[in-house]
Structures are given as structure tokens and as C-alpha cells.
């Protein structure tokens, strides 16, 4: 089955400087990746997501990029705030039937005043 | 309001005293699925139902058992906890139950079985 690694486990930034959280994947069928946030207590929730046809996509000050031969893609934060303190799951799935999304281990992510 | 509704927030046990968390969610949705957050493990899922009276083991389906009778409902059932199932548990809903598809996640139950 698939397997997702996520790196590094938890990350320290000074606000306003840009932080990347990487992940890489086994299965070369996978061809959906979302990110999810979760806000501490919180539940959670879809940030941004990339299919395989595609190699970057930005939303505002999130970006994630995807490289298909080498399996692995990446989240950016440009620009951090205090509120984009939060664990980050990365996950990697395939289109159709059967919701099977392999999820990341999580990393920390704390921005620092 | 779409959401995902489950209880307990939070739910302190014995071992081997039965006990149901439960899981709605007033979207619709065909897919259901449970998930166990451990730290350094990520989101690992349980079990998981396309639709109504269908479900199947996820990743780490032992000691755990689901039903899903109703459209809306997806309880989560431990016969007999252990305490290596004390762990921050999330159910989670989807429209069709697409990879693609957003997941909408409950607010969580925090089980810890002594």
C-alpha cells in the first residue's frame, strides 16, 4: 500500500519568514495530494490540494509544488503569521471510487514574534 | 450549519468497559470514515463505509467495530478497550468518497482507557 513521509516533525520560523514542509510517497498510481491544518484542539481542515497534472498551485501565501519522477511534493508558506501556527498533514491518494488517503505523520510548524 | 458532529469530546475509561463514540453528520454524504491521531503516527484510519450498510477495514482496524444503519450516523464501538487505545479519535464524511473529494472531520474525541 501507500506509504507517506512526511519531514521535518516540527519546524520553528521568526513571522515573516517562509517555511516548507516536504513529503514524499511510495505508490506511483497516487495522483491526488492534499494538505490539511489543524489548529491545536481543533479539527482538521483542507488548506490546499494538487493533482498529479499539475505541478504548483498557489493559493495567496500557500503554495505547493509536485514532482511526480521523483515522488514528492512540498508545501510553502510565505510570509508567516503567529495564526499559521498549526500541525500540517500532507496525504497522497487516487481519484475514484474507495476515499483512500494515506496521511503524513504531521509536522509542528510554530511561528515565532 | 454542514458539519460533522461527534461525542464525547472527551471520554475517560476502564479497560474492558464497552463503550460508543458517536458520529453524525447532516451533509448527505455517502462516506463515512473513522481515524485515530497518535503523536508521530499522523492520521491513521479504522474503518471506513461508502454507504449504508457498507463498511471496511482501514489500516488499523483491530479491536474496533462500526455500523452504519442510517445514512447519517457512523458510531465507532470498542468491546473491550485497551489502553493502547487511549488516543485522540476523528470521524470524517465526504460527498461520494472520492480520494479527491474534501473531507469534513469532527471536532474529535479524546479516549483515554486506564
Known amino acids: 500500500g501507500e506509504n507517506v513521509e512526511q519531514h521535518p516533525s516540527t519546524l520553528s520560523v521568526q513571522e515573516g519568514d517562509s517555511a516548507v514542509i516536504k513529503c514524499t510517497y511510495s505508490?506511483?498510481?497516487?495522483?491526488?495530494f492534499p494538505w490539511y491544518k489543524q489548529e491545536l484542539g481543533k479539527r482538521p481542515q483542507l488548506i490546499i490540494d494538487?493533482?498529479?497534472?499539475?505541478g504548483e498551485k498557489k493559493d495567496q501565501r500557500i503554495a505547493v509544488t509536485l514532482n511526480k519522477t521523483a515522488k514528492h511534493f512540498s508545501l510553502h508558506i510565505t510570509e508567516t503569521q503567529p495564526e499559521d501556527s498549526a500541525v500540517y498533514f500532507c496525504a497522497a491518494g487516487i481519484t475514484g471510487g474507495g476515499n483512500k488517503l494515506t496521511f503524513g505523520t504531521g509536522t509542528q510548524l510554530k511561528v515565532e514574534l | 450549519e454542514a458539519q460533522v458532529t461527534q461525542n464525547p469530546r472527551y471520554l475517560i475509561t476502564v479497560t474492558g468497559k464497552k463503550l460508543t463514540v458517536t458520529c453524525s453528520q447532516n451533509m448527505n454524504h455517502e462516506y463515512m470514515s473513522w481515524y485515530r491521531q497518535d503523536p508521530g503516527l499522523g492520521l491513521r484510519q479504522i474503518y471506513y463505509s461508502m454507504n449504508v450498510e457498507v463498511t471496511d477495514k482501514g489500516d488499523v482496524p483491530e479491536g474496533y467495530k462500526v455500523s452504519r444503519k442510517e445514512k447519517r450516523n457512523f458510531p465507532l464501538i470498542l468491546e473491550s478497550p485497551s489502553p493502547n487505545q487511549t488516543s485522540l479519535y476523528f470521524c470524517?464524511?465526504?460527498?461520494?468518497?472520492?480520494?479527491?473529494?474534501?473531507?469534513?472531520f469532527g471536532s474529535g474525541t479524546q479516549l483515554s482507557v486506564l
Open positions: 494538487i493533482r498529479s497534472n499539475v
Open positions: 505508490d506511483s498510481a497516487s495522483n491526488y
Open positions: 470524517a464524511s465526504s460527498l461520494l468518497g472520492n480520494a479527491n473529494e474534501k473531507l469534513f
